[in-house]
């Protein structure tokens, strides 16, 4: 944390009385405490710095453009959930979902900033790097965000290491439900994601899993979900189409043999589509 971040945070609550919410950008440093030159990961996208949200007028945008309030807000700013030691929270805000909050085996960054949007009032955003985040080794959480690493993360890593991917998947899954249905309304990118990341579960090739139960399948209601999701801007056309596939290929990706036959035809693709890379560049 720098030395003037308490600073910051006392301006803006003292400022503004209906601030709920403050959230700042991060220094990115190394295992050893190094300042590395990377941009923030959160970042003020329009506006400069700070911006000041009203969440009234913000859900008004929202319901205007067919949007989800935190899919508007994150339009606003790249990660405005990331990390909780950047960000801050009028208590009242998480007190009126504490029950809820025993419930999150994970993610309490992503709690922290839906129970924020809910409690309404006022959201503070700097570009000041008040925080210091480091990063190390590989980030198993990153997978639940981004379940295009599929590719890699099957080619790498032992079987312990898929099954800490798969308790991290379930997680996500699970928080990303209770804060899609609980706190945020309608269509929103966290209920998008829960999809994903039940598509990115179904391909994980670990017999250990057993036989996936219906509620972490993928389904036609996932479809039109996910297709909704798309018009919304909550996902994009290559997700689409990932929920498609999984769906259409859900009761074989259900069991274990299912998933280790998929897991062979993938790796075949995906060897042949490396050998004729390196074709094209020889050439």
């Excluded at 308490?6 to 803006?12: F, G, I, N, S, W």
């Excluded at 259409?248 to 995906?270: N, Y």
Aim: glycine fraction near 6%; proline fraction near 4%.
């Amino acid at each position: 944390m720098s030395s003037n971040r308490l600073e910051e945070v006392y301006k803006a609550f003292t400022s503004y009385d209906r601030l709920v919410y403050f959230h700042n950008s991060q220094t990115i440093i190394d295992d050893k405490g190094n300042a590395l030159e990377r941009p923030p990961l959160s970042k003020n996208l329009v506006g400069g710095s700070p911006v000041i949200v009203n969440i009234s007028k913000l859900q008004e945008l929202a319901k205007r453009y067919e949007v989800g309030a935190a899919d508007l807000l994150l339009r606003l700013r790249a990660k405005a959930y990331f990390n909780s030691s950047s960000q801050v929270v009028k208590r009242s805000a998480l007190e009126a979902n504490a029950h809820l909050l025993k419930e999150a085996p994970i993610g309490i960054d992503v709690f922290i900033f839906a129970s924020s949007l809910r409690a309404g009032g006022l959201m503070y955003f700097t570009d000041e790097r008040l925080t210091l985040y480091r990063v190390h080794g590989e980030s198993l959480s990153s997978y639940a965000e981004n379940w295009s690493s599929y590719a890699h993360m099957t080619r790498s890593g032992s079987n312990e290491i898929y099954l800490r991917r798969a308790k991290i998947l379930l997680d996500y899954i699970k928080v990303y439900e209770l804060i899609s249905s609980r706190l945020l309304d309608d269509i929103n990118v966290y209920l998008c994601a829960e999809k994903l990341n039940k598509g990115s579960l179904l391909l994980l090739p670990l017999p250990e899993l057993g036989v996936l139960p219906p509620e972490l399948r993928l389904s036609l209601s996932d479809v039109k979900l996910a297709l909704r999701c798309y018009k919304a801007g909550a996902e994009g056309l290559v997700d689409v189409i990932f929920v498609m596939g999984n769906a259409l290929l859900s009761p074989l990706l259900a069991s274990p043999r299912g998933r280790l036959v998929i897991d062979k035809l993938l790796e075949g693709v995906i060897k042949a589509l490396a050998t004729k890379r390196a074709l094209k560049r020889k050439a």
